[in-house]
């Protein structure tokens, strides 16, 4: 196997422009199969065609399944018919229907009708099953044995599948009814004797996850014990297939972008694929929802109207106030997020952490407010009792947004409510309004009554 | 293998309470290493100085190395110290490592000097690897073998050696002077026959990575490539060791903690274990920042007195107006923040999505602007002027916060400047300034000459 250079690049482009097509068909099915990726989507249209003319629509499925969806609806534009059935038939089945789940549905039917009927079979069995599961990422093609195989009839059979199998370094011992008895590693066969019988050395006692687990606890399940795969099993224990960890590290990934999307209030629309209109429309909600709530500072500041309209230049610390309110409470939302991402929460921790979160506030509230006050004074040209409101305002707006950004989530995870919800920009306008009603309430009550 | 069920977690408890040494002693050992950490940290002080008494350090190792730093710090404080030493000489060298190279300089030093020499040397090496390299990261238990030896004598060796290596699955070739010239799969043993010389079936472009390469390079690597390790090499090309893919789902999590911490302005404080001070000193310099960035917006209000004289009624649209442009900023900035986590940026895929983001605000900020334009006529009771000023501002305010929140991180990504400056309060801060800068000079010019 050969990974991709400077110099084969362009060896391999020289033999398609030069039609030796015997040449580059070598060193291209030499390149590891992410390599042949890479280099096919380096290449103009015309040459794209010549691969498609002179690859099997076997060889070109490993390349076909290594693209990004995106791309892979282009290049399903420029095949023929008959040859992207082809092609289809030799993907894994989790691939190909990761590929026909997201193309329109008629589409995807036809293909499905004009594919082997196997196949079909098996893609249509894990399109049934919903999103983000255990059954909707796994792969079927797993070696299974059987609990009287000797070891060296289990090797014997290895040579034979380990071509076609995802991973051959976990095998999985069914009985007669195909249900999962035992998993045994390759790491473990290797080291038994050739005559000891698998039921001998197995482990019967295998981790399976379920077909409609939620993928994230699959993802979690193989990383807590560093499996390279996991089986999924149905609700009598028969085996459909595995996970596997570099399915895995996919999963985390999707699941990182999904938290990214709620942190910024943008759930779903964090993909650099999605065309305005449709990345607006998922958008659009949660800011409407931020525009009704942030109508609620305006009728704060106008139930201080009469203050503001007394001691006009408190108006130009209204967004230092909020912004420093939203800017805290986004930290601590980041790190409640995230640390709800790695690992459960039991009560003490918890309680841990709302003091750690709060000791902060007030750490960071003491001097920001010692410094605006300062700073405000110079601003607003000696005004002793302003200095002293702006700063004593921002110290509490502090304590309180570190609170707030702190809980919010923590309660929102515990009622499992709407995560999006405890994104940044919803606590910042939540902080908004708390922080505008302690400073004008600071305010009013030191300007009028002392 | 077994593993950890509330049966067997009370039987094991019973039997530690009990003194049944040999009954609790094979049960335990007999769990997956995972779900002996599991039970472990189930246990209250008294029962773990029972497992500590009975268990070998040797055994203990494999515990300790499953423990968060935090609870390695609380444990150690439990154990004599010749039973440390030896629990640090049976852990893998990298985890040792880990271990050692966070505690205070000189208790490491002082159990490096009891360590077995050989230990403590291959520790010593680690812990000189600058962090989140890939020499920081690599483990140094690998099974090497050599080009002449035959696939039966391999078979043998790993029969051996199975027990101690991280990882059989790959087999790293080397010459005379350990230098790395191929390397073959388990895979590939398995299907060759048995008299076949390892030269004949090796890979002999395998990829390695510097001790130096930066660990989100190494992970891309096992990433891209569905590797489950992955050697290391030094500048000669002397195999110094590998990355596993476990270590590599361990380092995405991290690379996505530190842009958790990026992205709320928080670097380096995204950590539930870390005290109040030391969290507000890593918070503070942003908030710092950020609020003499929110003296700017007190200027330009401050700038603008005259008009907010006049028309008082301005003021309570403040906070909506920025902070609005706030919220679509993040949205933004998140998108583009995931989008170069995930893929490498060329000037096209740069040139469509800002593209895309501005499309994306110009439709929500006719949504928004219509909606605010009309909303605030009500609450301000009927001032059709004032509405269209509102309205107007936030539109544009809204394109351009988008353009803000796609363009600063971008640029930041290309001069590779502190992305911690990419961060939603900063953006958010930023877009207070341009928000409230483009309100008050609509509202001036159409309040003052119309």
Known sequence: MVYLTEDNIARIIKAIDNEEIFTWRELFLDLHPTDQV????????????????????????????????????????????????????NMYSDDAADFLGEIDDLTAKKFLENMDDEEAQDIQDLLEYPDETAGAIMTTEYVA????????????????????????????????????????????????????????????????????????????????????????????????????????????????TEDFGDISAARGA???????MEAAKRRLPWLVLLLFIGMITAGIIGSFQ????????????????????????????????????????????????????????IIIGVVCGVLVSLISQVVAGGHPILGFIVGFSLFCVLVVSTLIGTVIPLIIHYFKLDPAVASGPFITTVNDVVGLTIYFSIATMLLNYL
Chains 1, 2 share one sequence.
């Open 145 to 256: 044995v059987e609990a009287h195989e000797t070891v060296a009839e289990v090797l014997e059979k290895l040579r034979a599948e380990a071509p076609d199998a995802e991973t051959i370094y976990y095998l999985y011992v069914i009985d007669n009814n195909e249900k999962l008895v035992g998993v045994i590693s390759l790491r473990d066969l290797i080291v038994a004797g050739l005559d000891q019988r698998i039921k001998e050395i197995m482990n019967t006692n295998a981790i399976s996850v379920s077909v409609l687990k939620d993928q994230e606890e699959v993802a979690k399940v193989i990383k807590d014990y560093n499996f390279l795969a996991v089986p999924v099993v149905d609700s009598h224990g028969i085996l459909m297939g595995i996970v596997t960890v570099d399915d895995v590290i996919d999963v985390l990934e999707e699941e990182t």
């Open 270 to 276: 964090v993909d650099l694929d999605m065309v305005s």
């Open 306 to 361: 009469e203050t503001l309209g007394k001691f006009t230049i408190l108006a130009i610390f209204i967004p230092l106030i909020a912004g420093m309110g939203g800017n805290i409470g986004t930290q601590s939302l980041a790190v409640v997020v995230r640390g709800l991402a790695l690992e459960k929460f039991d009560r003490t921790r918890v309680v841990n952490l709302i003091k750690r979160e709060v000791g902060t506030g």
């Open 38 to 89: 890479n280099l096919f989507k380096m290449l103009e249209p015309d040459r794209r065609r010549i691969i498609y003319r002179h690859l099997s629509s076997e060889e070109f499925a490993d390349v076909f399944q290594g693209l990004e969806f995106r791309e892979q609806k282009e290049v399903l534009l420029e095949l023929e018919y008959p040859y992207a059935v082809g092609m289809l038939n």
